[in-house]
């Protein structure tokens, strides 16, 4: 299945493909390998929920046995854990988790209640307590919020983008 990495010389190469593509958005359509290993770690992540990384490698092996050769597992074996294959479903695993995240983001953030200029009182963002945060920016692309937050006691204004769909976010608009 995966014996000619699609012109790329190494499973690293191929990795830091993968997250050019997460991190770019790019337009670059994958291969059908790469589609069905894409499906089958959504499956196995998104649908069923498993997180660790040698649950999700058995899954995925699993699932792709008829496509996968024991030639593919053994290879790279010596170098890393589970081999170039356990390395492209650790690479296209994050590609699944930030499109997941992606789409819950763009889903939350059509929510009627978001919307510039919406303030949000006595918020805890990590180690920081704002006494306000503003949404100054919608991003409907990313599904991201940007706010201008600011502190009790100073005058100081601080920027923070959070996406839409985050625990802090849906929490401050259900207390609307």
Same mark, same amino acid.
């Given at each position: ?6 012109? @790329? ?23 059908? !390998? =790469? $589609? ?6 959504? &499956? ?5 929920? $498993?997180? @660790? ?24 074996? =010596?170098?890393?854990?589970?081999? !170039?294959?356990?390395?492209?479903? @650790? @690479? ?27 303030? $949000? ?14 949404? =100054? ?13 600011? &502190? ?20 401050? $608009?259900?207390?609307?």
């Amino acid at each position: 299945m995966f014996d000619k990495l699609n012109g @790329y010389k190494t499973v690293h190469e191929l990795g830091q493909s993968f997250n050019s593509l997460l991190i770019s958005n790019s337009a670059t359509v994958p291969g059908q !390998d =790469e $589609l069905m290993l894409y499906q089958a770690i959504n &499956r196995v992540v998104i649908e069923n929920g $498993l997180h @660790y990384t040698t649950d999700v490698y058995e899954a995925v092996v699993s699932l792709l046995s008829e496509h996968l050769s024991k030639e593919e597992l053994a290879s790279g074996i =010596e170098r890393v854990e589970h081999g !170039d294959v356990g390395m492209m479903i @650790y @690479y296209m695993r994050k590609i699944v988790v930030a499109n997941s995240e992606l789409l819950k983001d763009k889903q939350a953030i059509m929510d009627p209640k978001i919307g510039i200029g919406l303030k $949000l009182k006595n918020v805890q963002y990590g180690r920081m307590k704002f006494s306000t945060m503003v949404i =100054e920016h919608v991003n409907k692309m990313a599904g991201d919020l940007t706010f201008t937050c600011s &502190r009790r006691g100073t005058s100081a204004k601080y920027s923070v983008t959070i996406g839409a769909s985050s625990e802090l976010v849906q929490t401050q $608009l259900s207390l609307i």
